[in-house]
Each structure stands twice: as structure tokens, then as C-alpha cells.
């Protein structure tokens, strides 16, 4: 019997170890609170701006502190801001241009800094319309393309032909960038002295921080004289048909003309 006996212990301190770990396991899930790395949001202006920290959804949250901060300054409750504890949220009603900057939520209880660390946002204003589908620009003359983009922080825009790069198409004194109507800088392209190889598509890449966003547009080239071909058509049409008609009615005359003085041959 003293066998089964210490079997029976060595299962008991067996179980009581495993059921140990799981519970070191279920403490801990506060503590896994997802990477500090920043979550990138958007703001529509007028529209309501949310923002949650992660893992901090259970009834757990209660039982500590959180603080927002706004490009290191502490946020506090106004009749725009209002700050949720029970699901570790923060709402900025009819956001506006202002609203943009760097967000972080921390715990401000010592004993859980610890087991949650800090979460970091970017919030920023990005209004973009996309490129027409296709474009067309006349032989000889500059193509001119615009992108329709303003934001905060002030975006990074990119321009590429056909997957490649703008400068390894073309010369770069074919090649200006400038500022659109809203002043972000190389929105606008232009390039010189359109050609038949310029036929192709355009993407604009716009970015801020993490978020991008991507539109094309399929460029055609007219030749310089497209106007001209069905005018020209016309012309020759008339051209033809007048020739056709001279001909046959010169071709009747002479017929006339020969029936003429057989029938006068035979009157004598």
C-alpha cells in the first residue's frame, strides 16, 4: 500500500503545480496588453474621434487609473473631450484640425504599470481625391497632373510611371514638381513636351507615418493633328466623290455627244 500512496501524493503535488501555473496565467492578462508601437488614426473634421487602448476592456479596468495625454500634455473632461474608464477609451466629439498630434494613454497606478505599458497613437487629418480613371494630353504639349490632397501632418507624396520611378523615365529638367492648391509640396507634376512613349499609368502615393493611400490614372497622348484626320477624311471624301461625278458626267457628254452625229449621219 505504501507504493499507491506516494503515487498518490506525487499526482496530488502534481496537479496542485499545474493548476498553480494556470493561474499565474489568468492574473497576467492585463499585463498582456499588446505592443507600445503607434496605431495610425484618421480624422474626419466634424465627425466624432475614438480612441481605445487595447486589453484594457475588462472588468479589471476599474480598478485602476488612466490617463490620456496629447503631445505630452494631460488631457482633461470638457464638453468635447470625454475620457471612459470602464472600457479605457477617449472620445473628442466634432474633431477638428487641432485634434491632430500625438496620443498616449498610460496607467497611472504604480502597482500596474508594470503589467500594462503605455499605447501610443498618431492621430492626423487626410482629405484625398483620387485621379481621374484616364487622362489625355496632346502631342507637344506639357502633361499636367494633379492630385486633389490636404492633410495634417503635411503628406509625403511619390510619383511613378508604369511601377517605376518618375527620374528613371525621365530627364529631370523634363521633370517639375510643384505645390497643389492646398500648398502640399510635388502634388503637382508636370512634364514637358508630351511624346507617345508618355502614354502609360501614373499612381501618386501619398503618406503619412504609417498610412498611405494610392491613385492612378491612365494617361493617353492625342497626336497634335487628331482633330485634323476626320476634317482631312471629309475632304477627301468630297474630293473623290467630285472626281466620280466629273468623270461619269464627261463619260455621258461624249456618249451624247458621239449619239448626236450618228443620228445626223443618217438624216443625210
Same mark, same amino acid.
Given at each position: ?51 481605445? /487602448? ?5 472588468? &479589471?479596468?476599474?480598478?485602476? &487609473? ?6 505630452? %500634455? ?14 479605457? $477609451? ?7 484640425? %487641432? ?5 498616449? /494613454? %498610460? ?11 503605455? +499605447?501610443?497613437?498618431?492621430? =492626423? ?20 497632373? &494633379? ?24 530627364? $529631370? ?30 499612381? /501618386? ?31 477627301? %471624301? ?8 466629273? =468623270? ?19 438624216? +443625210?
Amino acid at each position: 500500500m505504501s507504493w499507491i500512496t506516494t503515487t498518490l501524493m506525487f499526482l496530488g503535488l502534481l496537479g496542485m503545480s499545474l493548476g498553480a501555473g494556470n493561474t499565474q496565467t489568468s492574473k497576467a492578462k492585463v499585463g498582456d496588453s499588446p505592443s507600445n508601437s503607434n496605431t495610425v488614426k484618421n480624422i474626419k473634421l466634424g465627425h466624432t474621434l475614438k480612441l481605445q /487602448c487595447n486589453n484594457m476592456t475588462s472588468s &479589471e479596468a476599474v480598478t485602476f &487609473e488612466l490617463a490620456w495625454y496629447k503631445d505630452d %500634455e494631460r488631457l482633461k473632461e470638457s464638453d468635447r473631450i470625454k475620457i471612459f474608464q470602464l472600457n479605457s $477609451s477617449l472620445i473628442i466629439s466634432s474633431a477638428e484640425e %487641432e485634434d491632430v498630434g500625438s496620443y498616449k /494613454c %498610460e496607467v497611472i497606478n504604480d502597482t500596474l504599470v508594470e503589467k500594462i505599458p503605455t +499605447q501610443y497613437f498618431k492621430v =492626423i487629418w487626410l482629405e484625398v481625391k483620387n485621379l481621374p480613371k484616364s487622362s489625355t494630353v496632346t502631342m507637344q504639349e506639357p502633361l499636367v497632373l &494633379e492630385i486633389p490632397v490636404k492633410g495634417k501632418p503635411t503628406p509625403s507624396i511619390s510619383w511613378m510611371k508604369d511601377d517605376r520611378s518618375i527620374s528613371d523615365i525621365f530627364n $529631370s529638367s523634363m521633370v517639375k514638381y510643384e505645390a497643389n492648391s492646398y500648398g502640399v509640396p510635388r502634388a503637382k507634376l508636370t512634364i514637358s513636351s508630351a511624346q507617345m512613349n508618355y502614354r502609360g499609368t501614373y499612381t /501618386c502615393t501619398i503618406t503619412i507615418y504609417s498610412m498611405t493611400h494610392t491613385t492612378a490614372t491612365f494617361v493617353r497622348v492625342k497626336d497634335v493633328y487628331a482633330a485634323l484626320w476626320p476634317f482631312l477624311g471629309i475632304v477627301v %471624301e468630297v474630293v473623290v466623290l467630285g472626281i466620280v461625278i466629273f =468623270i461619269f458626267e464627261k463619260r455621258r457628254a461624249k456618249a451624247e455627244f458621239e449619239e448626236s452625229d450618228t443620228d445626223q449621219g443618217y438624216d +443625210q
